[in-house]
């Protein structure tokens, strides 16, 4: 079984981007997962997200995963001083997150074997470390997505 630990974190405000996915199910998870590394590569080719990267305080690339209604919203995004009038901002608040750390590979892989391994393992021996309305953030720490240094951070409540 892959270790976790307790973490707290400060707020941080990510400016950053949005993509609407569709819900993650069984059935749809790696088409999800294709869509997030879209959205990555949309927003590095471009430009966005090196712009972001520039002005940021704390050099991690954010992702926040959150279901809406229909709906999975994932922002891309950066702990930033850019000032882009197209970014938009969401609070990650502080408080106690589970966190469980992976690296060597493609992000996008250590991040997808880190959600399998939370919701299919550690979850069903510990349900209270999950709540329903929550959102999941996946941190890529040292700035390679392809030998990636990742975290991924579930709040201990919202």
Same mark, same amino acid.
């Given at each position: 079984?892959?270790? +976790?630990?307790? %973490?707290?974190?400060?707020?941080?405000?990510? %400016?950053? +981007?949005?993509?609407?996915?569709? /819900?993650?199910? #069984?059935?749809? #998870?790696?088409?999800?997962?294709?869509k %997030?590394?879209?959205?990555?590569?949309?927003?590095?080719?471009?430009g966005?997200?090196p712009a972001?990267?520039?002005?940021?305080a704390?050099k #991690? =690339? +954010?992702?926040?995963?959150?279901?809406k209604?229909?709906?999975?919203?994932?922002? $891309?995004g950066?702990?930033?001083s850019?000032?882009?009038?197209?970014a938009?901002?969401?609070?990650l608040p $502080?408080?106690? +997150?589970?966190?469980? %750390?992976g690296q060597g =590979?493609?992000?996008?892989?250590?991040?997808?074997?880190? #959600? &399998?391994?939370?919701f299919?393992e550690?979850l069903?021996?510990?349900?209270?470390?999950? &709540?329903?309305?929550?959102f999941?953030?996946?941190?890529l720490?040292?700035?390679?997505p392809?030998d990636?240094?990742?975290? /991924?951070?579930?709040? /201990?409540?919202k």
């Amino acid at each position: 079984m892959t270790n +976790y630990e307790i %973490k707290h974190f400060n707020e941080t405000v990510i %400016k950053g +981007y949005a993509a609407v996915l569709p /819900l993650p199910t #069984i059935d749809n #998870i790696k088409e999800v997962s294709e869509k %997030k590394s879209q959205h990555f590569f949309s927003l590095a080719t471009s430009g966005k997200f090196p712009a972001l990267m520039a002005e940021s305080a704390d050099k #991690i =690339g +954010y992702a926040l995963s959150e279901a809406k209604n229909d709906h999975l919203e994932y922002f $891309a995004g950066a702990n930033t001083s850019t000032d882009d009038s197209a970014a938009e901002e969401r609070v990650l608040p $502080a408080g106690e +997150y589970v966190v469980l %750390k992976g690296q060597g =590979g493609p992000s996008r892989q250590l991040f997808d074997r880190l #959600i &399998k391994t939370f919701f299919g393992e550690i979850l069903s021996e510990n349900p209270d470390l999950y &709540k329903e309305d929550t959102f999941v953030v996946e941190a890529l720490l040292n700035g390679n997505p392809q030998d990636a240094e990742v975290e /991924l951070w579930i709040p /201990l409540s919202k």
